[in-house]
Each structure stands twice: as structure tokens, then as C-alpha cells.
């Protein structure tokens, strides 16, 4: 589901207590938030633990831009990088840093993002289909939405929407489109809604699901969680912990399933009396169940309602 809407707030950490408590935060370390956004959490980390160094990963250069100016204070304690956390191993090896004692993934979009109609991500207000995260990548929901097949955009709202409308939805807009390229957040909007009706008061708008799929396309979301957690786990120093929220369930399966294939690696049939494919274990899982917000949290911040947070413990670093 799409990220709620916490309008003049700006945007507020999700599980802030957990995330810091669940990453043992210590004097001294170095923690890597690869989703700096608005810098909520980083903020956090900086001025309860004065000895601490942050390095603030995101993909979205605006966003480093006013995490830049929220966490001036803190001097040199504070390294932001641009990029994205899919690049992990190539964006460690230009930081100063080697090894990292904690990691924050926050997915999704900011409520900066989603508040900015010029951005594309809202359809609560008209705007450009856009949906970039990043400004300099090539594809646009624009380009999504007038040049996939309908096959192929039927397969998106299907597979990341979980849209069981994908068909009618997808046949609409190649229809429409064939009469004048699609280009705005309210178009789009207004066709999906046509296909349709309007759900039971209280039912999350019939857009999300479409809106929702477009996004994780065009940012291709899901292959850069995919691509991540292994290397950003070998990249934690011993005992060092990765702490994940995910805010849908496709997110939240591949941060599962890929936390259980580190804790145990072994390919070796159920029935070897040893194991002869010597995959090591990475560490632990540290959540067995995923941490969610406790109502007070969702009434402040209803962006948190859909959020989990799961954490991994790197073991030894000698054992692989
Ligand atoms: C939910 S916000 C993070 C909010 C932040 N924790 C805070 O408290 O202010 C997610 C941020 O992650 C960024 N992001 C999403 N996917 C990314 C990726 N693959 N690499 C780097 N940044 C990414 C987005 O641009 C956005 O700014």
C-alpha cells in the first residue's frame, strides 16, 4: 500500500524506538542508513550517541539535499553519499569506511516525496507521471504507462500491485492512451477509477494498488532490496546487526525469505549425516516475527500502520 500522508509534519520516523533499540546502537560506531530520506532516524542516532558516525546513502539527490541541511551540526560525524543501497559494494569502497556496526533499509518513498505533486507519486494531487526517485534515472511512470504492452503492464499491476484487476485496468489504458498520451497523475487516476468502483467508505483509494506497482517499476524497488542484503550484511562488523522496514508484503517476503537463506545456507539434502556444500551461516536472525507499530505510533503517524521491521546479527566474520 501506498505510504500514508502526514502533510505539514513532514516526515516522521517509523518505529524509531525499535529501529534503535533493535541495531544496539553503541558509543563510537559507525551505522550506515542507506535510506537517509529527511535524515529522522540519522538525526536520532547523531544526537542521542555523540560519539557515533553516520554514513546517509539516498538514491533521491533532493532528499540528501534537506537531510544535508537538517544534520549540519553534527560536522563530520555525518558522510552523505548519492546513490543507490543496490550499489552497496561499489559505494563502500569509495566511502572511508570499510565496515559498518549497524544498517537501516526504510523503504519506500518519504513523505517528502509523496508531497510533492511535481514528483508524480500521489495521485491526491495532479502532477507529472513521474514517480523518479531519482531525478537522473531514465525511466519515468510516463514512459511506463504510454510505451509497455498491455500484457506487460497487466504483469506490474498483477505482480507488484497484487491487483486482481490488472487485466481490465491494463486494457484501459491502452485504450485511452491510444486517443492521447497519458501524462498526469489525475488522468491516470481518473482511469483506473473508472474501471473501478469505488470501494466500501473507509477502503484505501482504488488507484493505490496501480499507483503503488508503478512506483516499485520504475524504481525497480524490488531487485535493489533483492540485491542488497547479502552484501550489506557482509559488510557489518561481528555482532553487527541490519534492521529492515518494509511496508508491503512483497517487500516484507524477500527480506524473509533472504534472512532465513543467511541463517541457514546449507544445500545439502535433509538426510546427509554431514554437510558437504559448506555454506556457512552469516549470523542470525535476531526478529523471528517482524516488529510492527503499536496503535499510539499509528494514530500519531498513519504512514506506520503497514510497516515491518525484521533484523539480522552478522556472526562471525571469520566463519565464511
Ligand atoms: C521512507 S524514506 C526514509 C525516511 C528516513 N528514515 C527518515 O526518517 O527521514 C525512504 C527514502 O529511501 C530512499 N530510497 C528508496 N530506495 C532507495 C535505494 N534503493 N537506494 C537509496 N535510497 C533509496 C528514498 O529516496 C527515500 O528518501
Redesign the pocket.
Known amino acids: 500500500m501506498m505510504?500514508g500522508n502526514v502533510g505539514a509534519l513532514g516526515?516522521?520516523?517509523?518505529l524509531?524506538e525499535e529501529v534503535l533499540e533493535g541495531l544496539k546502537i553503541r558509543e563510537g560506531g559507525i551505522y550506515l542508513?542507506?535510506?537517509?530520506?529527511?535524515?529522522?532516524?540519522?538525526?536520532q542516532i547523531l544526537s542521542r550517541y555523540e560519539e557515533t558516525h553516520v554514513v546517509g546513502?539516498?538514491?533521491?539527490a533532493e532528499?540528501l539535499e534537506l537531510?544535508r541541511r537538517k544534520l549540519a551540526t553534527y560536522g563530520k560525524r555525518v558522510e552523505l553519499v548519492h546513490?543507490?543501497?543496490?550499489d552497496i559494494e561499489d559505494l563502500m569502497e569509495a566511502s572511508d569506511f570499510e565496515l559498518v556496526d549497524g544498517m537501516?533499509l526504510?523503504?519506500?518513498?518519504?513523505s517528502?516525496?509523496l508531497d510533492d505533486p511535481d514528483r508524480g507519486f500521489s495521485f491526491m494531487a495532479d502532477g507529472p507521471l513521474d514517480m523518479r526517485?531519482?531525478r537522473e534515472g531514465e525511466l519515468t511512470a510516463e514512459d511506463v504507462i504510454n510505451g509497455y504492452s498491455v500484457d506487460d503492464l497487466r504483469m506490474i499491476f498483477y505482480r507488484y500491485g497484487e491487483e486482481k484487476q490488472a487485466n481490465r485496468i491494463a486494457a484501459a489504458i491502452v485504450e485511452e492512451r491510444a486517443k492521447g498520451r497519458i501524462t498526469t497523475t489525475s488522468r491516470l487516476s481518473e482511469i483506473v477509477k473508472g474501471v473501478l468502483r469505488r470501494g466500501k467508505p473507509g477502503s484505501i483509494n482504488p488507484a493505490t494498488r496501480t499507483f503503488q506497482a508503478l512506483r516499485i517499476e520504475v524504481?525497480r524497488?524490488l531487485e535493489?532490496?533483492e540485491k542488497?542484503l547479502l552484501p550489506g550484511v557482509m559488510r557489518l562488523t561481528e555482532g553487527g546487526r541490519i534492521a529492515v522496514?518494509s511496508f508491503h508484503s512483497l517487500e516484507d517476503r524477500i527480506v524473509k525469505r533472504k534472512f532465513k537463506k543467511l541463517e541457514a545456507p546449507c544445500t545439502c539434502p535433509p538426510d546427509f549425516p554431514i554437510c558437504v556444500c559448506d555454506e556457512k551461516p552469516m549470523g542470525r536472525i535476531v526478529t523471528k516475527k517482524p516488529i510492527t507499530p503499536g496503535d499510539d505510533e499509528v494514530s500519531v503517524n498513519p504512514r506506520s500502520r503497514s510497516a515491518k521491521l525484521r533484523i539480522f546479527e552478522r556472526g562471525s566474520i571469520w566463519a565464511q
Open positions: 505510504a516526515h516522521i520516523p517509523v524509531l542508513d542507506g535510506t537517509l530520506g529527511e535524515g529522522g532516524h540519522a538525526d546513502l539516498d538514491r533521491d532528499a537531510a546513490g543507490s543501497f543496490a537501516l526504510d523503504l519506500g518513498v518519504s517528502m516525496q526517485m531519482d524504481n524497488e535493489a532490496l542488497v522496514i
